[in-house]
């Protein structure tokens, strides 16, 4: 696990070097932000932001939010001058970060990431949250009349459309009919796909797009790596459901709801609840990203840290 996020940051830090060397980039080249010392600056991405670098300590940043950095100045620095480089979904973008005496006409505390600011990059995301929601209000504006499957129960009636697929992503065109005089959230629901070499899936990750406020119609995104069955041994799944325990009281601890858990950690709020409940079908990048807003990344360290197992077969090796 430290290998592999190992290897995912020398794959950003490779990409931002070679940004800055093939396109002959220099310090003196790059867009100055001016940073004053009682003031935050906002980096705005049209994008959610995948990966951050601030070359100076000096400077603290966060994301309050996946597509907006914010930085500043700690209390008391030496050094005022910094690069700061942003990677989107799909571009990879550096500004020269210089100290101002004061919050003159030269300081913008929003900056919004223009596109002649940016470079291609590519990381393995075939689509960017845009895209997607281009894509799906496109589906939306054609939505042809079908009715593939449906099921009612409860007063609910969920019709399944039409099946598009784009890249690596599934679209459904699912409707729902709410005829009871309940309330329902859209990502409170669950569903079942089948086929016919597994067995029935249940899809915990997915992303949705509500059209109609009048919970009518939705239009679902699904990751096709979410159709994946994953089997556990009950003593593994005992300590996933125990780790998704710790989770939610850290959440309690520090009194944040699931909804700015979700919006900070850029995962809705259906795929937070199955990390608490111990999920082993969402993404391992989930459970990094809840554990990047609680502070408590620096865990992950911990894991296989201490192998004794492994010192011992190494051990019988030597002798």
Known sequence: MK???????????????????????????????????SLSVHFI????????????????????VK???RI??????????????????????????????????????????????????????????????????ELF????????EHAVAYGLKARLNHIYTLGDYIFLDVSYYNRTKLRYDIDEFRFKIDDNHQQSLLVNYFHFWCIFSSFLLYLIKIYTMSLKK????????????????????????????MQEVAERAAIDRGTLREVENGNPGVSFGAYVNVLRVYGLQDDLLKLAADDELGRRLQDLEIL
Do not use: M
């Open 230 to 257: 994953h089997i556990l041994f009950p003593k593994q799944q005992a300590l996933l459901e125990a780790f998704g325990e710790n989770l939610k009281l850290a959440r309690k601890r520090r009194k944040l709801t």
């Open 3 to 37: 290998n592999l996020l190992s290897i995912i940051a020398a794959i950003l830090l490779t990409a931002s070097y070679s940004f800055a060397q093939t396109n002959g980039l220099k310090k003196a080249e790059l867009p100055i932000v001016y940073l004053p010392d």
């Open 72 to 137: 500043r100045y700690r209390d008391t620095v030496k050094s005022r001058d910094a690069i700061v480089t942003i990677a989107g979904e799909k571009f990879i973008a550096q500004y020269h970060v210089q100290w101002s005496p004061s919050a003159n006409a030269l300081v913008k505390s929003e900056i919004e990431i223009n596109p002649a600011e940016t470079r291609p990059l590519d990381i393995g995301i075939s689509l960017s949250q845009p895209e997607l929601q281009k894509f799906a209000a």
């Open 141 to 148: 504006c054609k939505h042809p009349e079908a009715n593939l």
């Open 45 to 64: 991405s049209p994008e959610p932001i995948q990966y951050v670098d601030i070359s100076s300590k000096n400077i603290i940043g966060d994301l309050p």
């Open 67 to 69: 597509n907006v950095l």
